[in-house]
């Protein structure tokens, strides 16, 4: 019990100095841009008060909640199309032969290039980004669902085989979850990449969202504004992260005494 | 190794052997799905099942690649400067910070909130802002790009130097290594299956910013090739430049892979963490 | 022999690389395992028990020959064979708890039946109580009694083991093996055990097969008539288990002395 309550407490120290260091940051950011002074590097106060300012006003509903909205359509998209895809080129050798160059070109394209494609394809609208986001968000995904699923231990199928599981039930009681811990973090991964390309395709033809406000906010000499959007993004992406780490330690739970700290605290 | 030989002796059970025949086959079958996707692409702009206006022949678009060489060369060579410009400093950046703070217990904690929060900052927000304060041209697409690039960087040489198996260490200790020496000769190499994911991560990364800055901000390089042949109308160009941009990612990813082999023969055993 | 459960004959398994090499691993080999009988196969590393306990469990088809379980000849793994593997930690899947790992195997009977068999199955290892833990919290040893209850759960006609005690101490060994023993005097089930341990498949065995370097053929029978009950102290100190231990040490050898310079790779 009592080396329960030490580890909780050099977490909580861990925890508070994680914050302690961004407060460093946020404090050396006010001073260097009260010291610098100029309009287009405002101060972190001014930057904070106009991401308030976002969040509070109609701009929530206009442009942050679509985002938000065009992110998570995006990244579920690309989970159950990749990790499908990914469970079957994982367990089928011939699937992976026959895939593997083409896969590696298409996840080694610099997705925004795609932007200009798909703005023909389905116009200035939220569609476009959506597509957008799973051209990009799917790779990691598929590829580390593949890998997983390839990896498991014969012994494992072996035994599952034993047990008579075939077919859908052997994929769905075997191999995913052998393969979660590996399918997680692609999930996770694909989960920043769905954000990073939500911005990128806003600012290129979103017609709405939170990339098109920051790249609008920029072009009407907004500044304030524009670093206020950054915050709420950046914020964005840290309480999608988070909520993510919840997520799969809810269903990771099995694995935390096979593995030695991977994850985290 | 041995589940690979299982199978393919479940498979090709009652077969007589075929040697040579299976081997020149094998040799072509990665590209079976290339080709496949070649025709399903033709029939799909040739059936107009997409809007065809939208969507030329794979003919049409090497046609397209052949009549831009030159200009497409050139895009390329523009993507490429700012590319290795971003990715050399945030290499040298993200493994010397990285090292340092994943040595220290207080610096790699005080920074895991910042890393939490920085990791998914999508860094193309700031294009916007670094217009605003560097303009545009190669410092500011530079500059962006190293800035996206060394956060994998910095955190897998983070992470990599922290999870450094104590019992290295300590045989590096008795062996009477410190300080720099201890850090060069052990901890880095001990890390670097960790760093070298890191910077194919950043690799990938590095281009995807490039050719935004390029898309965004009209910089030249293929993103401005692509947005150009887009307003035109150009549709097998504009084609032609994302083919062109897929291959450039591959052959950078690639080429890093095959460098990779060759420095580290030791990664695999780290592969996986 | 009349009506044997298991029926091994001629059996052939030849495993092909993927460069078309084709490496034949066992060879001939006929084996009988009759009802309640337990029979061991020791071999030298690397010439191929555990490719014959695959071929003969038919979680792989073998190249040439046949098994027959029960008079029918073996397709796919049928119900009424159980296996255990060596390596536990491979085998008990991680993400269930012990109780749910073991009620995998009794997936055949209607739920309100299972919970009873699971509970029975984990109170035989001597595991009761350990029904909501996950495989990582239990020792070595106990996590190869939960694969051993998994097993035993189905009520199998045929107990398979490959290597089943070698990833634990010794001491732990010992344990599990009469906790083998007394599962199997007290049942009806017939064994075949691969092992390479010569002492524990005589202490263990009615019946001792030798197979022989790759490609593998049985190089003889022993028989082992040590009196039953046998017990770790009493049995292994008589001078009789000694002689059997020596004899089917001496064939092995052999079986070794032929191999050397083939490669191990199983």
Redesign the interface.
Known sequence: MAGANKKSHSAL???S??????V??AVAWQLAAAAIGKT??PTFTTSIVAAVHLVTGHILVLDIVPSIERTILGFVISAIVGISAGLIIGYN?TAR??????????R??????????A???FGINGHMVIATIVTAAIWPILINTANGTSSIE?TM?DTAKTYGLRGKSLFLRVILPAASPQIFAGLRIA??VS??V???AE??GGGSG??YY??N???SFN?SG??G??II???L??I???LFLVFERRMLAWQRGTVGGMID? | M?????????M???KT???GR??SYGRL??????V??LLLWEFLSVSHA??S???PTPIATFAAILSNAGKLATATLGTLEAWALGIAVATIAGVTIGTLVGRSQ?AD??????V??????????????A???AGLGLKMTAGLVSFAAFWPIFINARAGVHQVDNRYLESAHALGLRGLELIRRVVIPAAAPMIASGIQVAI?LA??V???VE??GGTGG??QF??L??QGNA?AT??A??IV??????A???LYLKMIDRMLPWKSQGERS | MLNPVLDIKNLEV???????F?NEVTKNVTLELAEHEFVSVVGPSGCGKTTLLRAASGL??P?GGKVSFEGKPITDVPQGISIVFQEYNKSLFPWLTIGKNVAMGARAYPNADKERRVGDALEQVGLKGFATRYPWELSGGMQQRAALARAMVSNPRVLMMDEPFASVDALTRNHLEDVVQSLWTDSSFSVLMVTHDVGEAVYLSDRVFVLSARPSTILAEIKIDLPRPRSQMETRKMLRFVDLQAEVLERVEEAGRNSVGLEA?E
């Open positions: 120290l861990r925890i100095l994680g914050w302690l260091g961004l460093v940051l287009i590097f050798e032969t026959w895939t593997g160059t083409l896969f590696d070109f298409l080694s394209l610099p997705t925004p290039l795609l932007v200009p494609i703005v023909v394809i014969p199928l989960l920043s954000l990073v939500m911005v990128v600012m290129l939170i990339g920051i790249s906010a920029q072009q500044i524009s670093y959007g950054v993004l950046a914020s992406g840290w999608f992260d988070s605290a | 041995i589940r690979e030989i299982t199978e393919s002796n479940q090709e059970q009652g052997l075929q040697r299976r081997r079958r990665p590209l079976g799905g290339v496949i996707a997409v809007n206006a939208a969507l207080i904690a005080a920074t895991e909130t910042l939490r929060m920085m990791r998914p900052l999508p860094s193309l927000a700031l294009i916007p802002i217009i605003l304060i990938s281009l995807v490039t050719v935004s898309l965004v293929l993103g692509v947005l042949a887009q549709t504009m084609f430049g994302v941009g897929g291959l450039l990612g591959w950078l990813n690639a | 030849s495993i092909r690389s993927r460069d078309g084709v792989r088809m190249s790779d």
